[in-house]
Every structure is written in structure tokens, then in C-alpha cells.
């Protein structure tokens, strides 16, 4: 077979791909891109069939897993008022359910107690559990008497 006709398989697989985004045929493609160099360098047939099954076999066994999971992990920087989830503050104005104050990596943020029933006193320190708006919902580190 013609180095051009594999060529003309992988952009049709590459085609296949773009509208499909499965991973599986922009594998094949690039499959059919090293048959087109077998078959470029003078190889028969069989030797050309061989390569495009070896390079298919291995892009989807090893490769297409490992994309797949890099694909469906969360990001792992978080921007913006996501990144203060988790972050140890302190309460500047008593923290109650419905308002407060506290500092968060050197800004001052508005604050209520994720729990409706806790008065949090000035100068706790408490977790960022979540973020509402501008408001971050906090809980103490330390379970208050």
C-alpha cells in the first residue's frame, strides 16, 4: 500500500476524532502515520499491517489510559475565592450565623459560622469551609466552650 493512502487513512481517523473526541481515533490516526513511515521507507505490506497494529495496540493500551485519567482530574491549582477554601483565618469581628469579619491572607473578608448556633469571638482562628458571594463560611479550629 502507498505511503499517501495511509496518510489519507490518518487524516480521515484525525477527521474522525475531531468530531467524535474519544481519544480512539486520533490513536488510529497516528497509527496510520507510522504505517505511512513504514511504508515510506520501502517496507511491504505485512511489515506496514504490523506497525499499524503495534502502534495502534500501544497507543490504546498505554496511552489513551493515561490521558483519559489526566483528562478527568479536578484542577490542581483553584483561582480566585476557590483558593481560600481550606485557609486558616482569623476573626477580626465576632462571627455569628448571620455576619462578621475575619482575615484571610492578609485581607478582610465578611463571615458567617456554618453552624447557626455558634458565636465565634474575636481573635479564634477558624477554617474556611466554603465561599457564598463574598461572604466565607468559617468554622472554628478549636470547638468553642
Known amino acids: 500500500m502507498p505511503w499517501f493512502a495511509w496518510l489519507l487513512a490518518a487524516a480521515a481517523l484525525g477527521a474522525a476524532e475531531f468530531f467524535t473526541l474519544t481519544l480512539v481515533f486520533g490513536l488510529l490516526a497516528g497509527a496510520a502515520l507510522v504505517a505511512a513511515v513504514v511504508a515510506g521507507v520501502g517496507v511491504g505490506l505485512l511489515g506496514q499491517l504490523v506497525a499499524l497494529g503495534l502502534a495502534a495496540v500501544a497507543g490504546l493500551a498505554l496511552v489513551r489510559p493515561?490521558?483519559?485519567?489526566?483528562?478527568?482530574?479536578?484542577?490542581?491549582?483553584?483561582?480566585?475565592?476557590?483558593?481560600?477554601?481550606?485557609?486558616?483565618?482569623?476573626?477580626?469581628?465576632?462571627?455569628?450565623?448571620?455576619?462578621?469579619?475575619?482575615?484571610?491572607?492578609?485581607?478582610e473578608w465578611s463571615a458567617r459560622a456554618l453552624d447557626e448556633n455558634l458565636v465565634i469571638p474575636v481573635g479564634a482562628l477558624v477554617d474556611v469551609m466554603e465561599i457564598e458571594g463574598a461572604t466565607a463560611v468559617v468554622y472554628p479550629r478549636e470547638l468553642l466552650p
Open 66 to 107: 493515561v490521558a483519559l485519567r489526566q483528562m478527568t482530574q479536578g484542577p490542581l491549582t483553584y483561582e480566585g475565592s476557590d483558593a481560600l477554601i481550606g485557609k486558616r483565618a482569623e476573626v477580626v469581628q465576632e462571627v455569628t450565623a448571620t455576619h462578621g469579619l475575619i482575615k484571610i491572607s492578609g485581607e
